[in-house]
């Protein structure tokens, strides 16, 4: 049986394997394209955190991060047509995705010992790398540099873990307070259209 | 004396190192800009196999990779006029690199233990994300998205491999196999235009 | 008391970060965006050569690139109107940021274990390669591989570092000529529009 978590990182990889896929299609991509950019957003983010703290990724122990794409790719080629009506359905989704990776990727950084602020930027990083390198890869400038909060609802949430965690919570509270600040701040963010100051651009 | 693995990785690199050489050039690319993407086609691949195998890349252990490229450079400097009648010519070579370069990370993936869906990914990450990367740094939409059998000849290579392993074959022979169907996978669907089917774009 | 070579670091950090979100703010990126692009200008090549080396990035293990970044965050929101006017001065912060960064990457390799020629790659990645995420962040073909003496310096830089050593001089007097020697390759080949020729370009 699978556990909570395990059917939470499940709709996050499924939801973000649906977001590359959509988005390759988008630029005509064929099936075997449309699938790889699904997976490197999906796993993308794990796997540079992972590098990064010198572990395996996850996605080559467990082949489960394959067969979700897989689905999401039949998903999109089955349903694609009526995906456009379930924009909300994704966003919501997405959201979650968001806010489980974000949790994994600071429980991670923490329990291989990594202090607080490197666990926070390893939480980002599994939260939304993947999504820049979807859209290096279909030639666009990554939006989360642009648009709403999303990498920042990462930040938003770590802090919020540390703060939980400094308070003397135990660490599945931690978790939970975090997640949910993560998805509120993307959800809230988008609907009353929050966003960060833009940087004045100085022509080049 | 070279074995014959080592002549045929020789001309794997080369025929790579061209590819990314004459695609610089058409950007106008100077020529240490020229030699760097040459040199990251032909060792991206198996660079980023290493980097998630956790061993050190072969190119750090052996010089004649940055030789090969330099090679390649010299030769595109030189006879460049001359290149354009060659394409089939290069075509080959490069046919013959990407299925030597899906062998060797197979094999490589297995000798350290791990399973094969992990060994035919790394596999086709060695064979094709060279060519990925290129296509990232001179700012174009990555073509083995969007055109022909490319990776996918990777992925079935991987997976001939796999069925010669589970058949009771020995090494080389399972290698062999692996490396002309994806020889042959990627030389006949260039020739009968066979391709994957495009994905169905919604609008964005 | 920080070290000369941790103000010289700081000063190199603070210039590529400076350099990233100039540029992020020219394509009106967002202050979280902006940055994420200076923190990658400052601390990606360091990390590309850290990966290969297979040890920990060194602003995991100290916060001060992050303080760093933000402070130059800070910088071009308050005085961004003024920058315009000091493109002398960061060229020359830039220029001392690109020679002590190879300098490091070249030491810190060779302290590894790693021949020379290993070396003076991961010398130039540790100067360069920053730049040439940046440039992929913000959707631009790499600015180093068509324009002007840059990554080259790097070489060069390297390369009088091995003389040196061969030389049998002391290890800091290697580093003081290797980093002279990136600095006035650098700014003598802006002023002096010195450039390597353009490889001829077929057309595709």
């Known amino acids: 049986m699978p556990t909570f978590v395990q059917i939470l990182d499940f709709i996050g990889t ?9 988005l390759a299609s988008a630029k005509r991509f064929d099936w075997f394209g449309a699938y790889v950019v699904g997976f490197v957003t999906a796993i993308g983010g794990g796997t540079i955190r992972d590098l990064l703290l010198d572990v395996t990724p996850g996605w080559m122990t467990d082949p489960i991060y394959l067969i979700c794409t897989g689905l999401a790719l039949f998903w999109v080629i089955a ?4 995906l456009i009506h379930m924009h909300n359905t994704f966003f919501l989704f997405d959201s979650i995705g968001l806010a489980l990776f974000t949790v994994v990727g600071v429980g991670k950084s923490l329990a291989l010992g990594y202090p607080f602020w490197v666990a926070i930027i390893m939480g980002s990083f599994t939260g939304a790398a993947g999504g820049v390198l979807r859209d290096v890869f279909i030639n666009e400038i990554p939006l989360i540099f642009r648009k709403e909060i999303y990498a920042m609802a990462c930040v938003i949430g770590g802090f919020v873990y540390w703060v939980c965690h400094a308070l003397g919570c135990e660490s599945y509270i931690c978790q939970i307070v975090a997640g949910i600040t993560v998805f509120l701040s993307r959800i809230l963010s988008v609907k009353y259209s929050i966003c960060l100051p833009i940087l004045k651009g100085e022509s080049k």
Chains 1, 2, 3 share one sequence.
């Open 14 to 22: 499924f939801a973000f394997a649906i977001s590359g896929i959509r």
């Open 79 to 82: 349903f694609g047509k009526y």
